[in-house]
């Protein structure tokens, strides 16, 4: 069974530190890409960052590049997702989602969701 399993969300102050994990299972974690999106309420789900475990390559989306910074750990099949500096703007609930090989950025793409990890920022 594929399971995707987001952790790591809460309340923080604007400036503040957050770290997320998705642990990965179910399918080879060496030929996906994971990626991470949020949806906030009442907006469509935006893609923030990929990391692909085929390459090496990642992704950022320009509203949280120098912010967040995406890693892998291959031997325990999970990404995170670091995020500094986090403005209320940020608060949405944050999935993660897997394609095959390569990050596209696109929710379209993804073959795997995760169940989100609800992320809070106070003003």
């Known amino acids: 069974e594929v399971q995707l399993q987001a952790s790591g969300g809460g309340l923080v102050q604007a400036g503040g530190s957050l770290r997320l994990s998705c642990e990965a299972s179910?399918?080879?974690?060496?030929?996906?890409?994971i990626g991470w999106f949020r949806q906030a309420p009442g907006r469509e789900r935006e893609g923030l960052s990929c990391?692909?475990?085929?390459?090496?390559?990642?992704y950022y989306a320009d509203s949280v590049k120098g912010r967040f910074t995406i890693s892998s750990d291959n031997a325990k099949n999970t990404v995170y997702l670091q995020m500094n500096s986090l403005k209320p703007e940020d608060t949405a609930v944050y999935y993660c989602?897997?394609?095959?090989?390569?990050?596209?950025?696109?929710?379209?793409?993804?073959?795997?969701w995760g169940k989100g990890t609800q992320v809070t920022v106070s003003s």
């Open positions: 990391a692909s475990s085929n390459d090496g390559s990642t």
């Open positions: 179910g399918f080879t974690f060496d030929d996906y890409a």
């Open positions: 989602a897997a394609q095959p090989y390569f990050c596209s950025g696109y929710a379209s793409h993804m073959d795997y």
